[in-house]
Nanobody
C-alpha cells in the first residue's frame, strides 16, 4: 500500500514563495506520473503541475513561469516550488501518484496567500 504525505503549506504574503513536498511510502516503481492538484473553496479540483516518469513536465497556464515541479527518485518525493504567489493561488494542494492500474492521493496541505 502506498501512502503520500504532503508538507510545506502555510500562510504567505502575495509575492512570496513556498515549497511543497510529497513523500511516498511504499513501492511506486513503474509510476506513470506524479502531480499536484489544488482545490479552492467552491471550485473543482484542478491539475496544477505534473511530471511523468520520463521527466516531461506540464503546468496549468495560470502558474507557468511561477511554479516548478521536480522529483527526487531516491527519496520517492515530488516537490512543487511556488514563487510569486498570488491570492488566487489559495487552495488545498494535493499530490497524486498515477500508477498503471491505480492512483494514490495525499491528504492535502493548505496554502493561503494573503496580506
Amino acid at each position: 500500500q502506498v501512502q503520500l504525505v504532503e508538507s510545506g503549506g502555510g500562510l504567505v504574503q502575495p509575492g512570496g514563495s513556498l515549497r511543497l513536498s510529497c513523500a511516498a511510502s511504499g513501492n511506486i516503481v513503474g509510476f506513470v506520473s506524479m502531480g499536484w492538484y489544488r482545490q479552492a473553496p467552491g471550485k473543482q479540483r484542478e491539475l496544477v503541475a505534473v511530471i511523468t516518469s520520463g521527466g516531461y513536465r506540464n503546468y496549468v497556464d495560470s502558474v507557468k513561469g511561477r511554479f516548478t515541479i521536480s522529483r527526487d527518485n531516491a527519496k520517492n518525493t515530488v516537490y512543487l516550488q511556488m514563487n510569486s504567489l498570488k491570492p488566487e493561488d489559495t487552495a488545498v494542494y494535493y499530490c497524486k501518484v498515477q500508477m498503471p492500474w491505480i492512483e494514490y492521493w495525499g491528504q492535502g496541505t493548505q496554502v493561503t496567500v494573503s496580506s
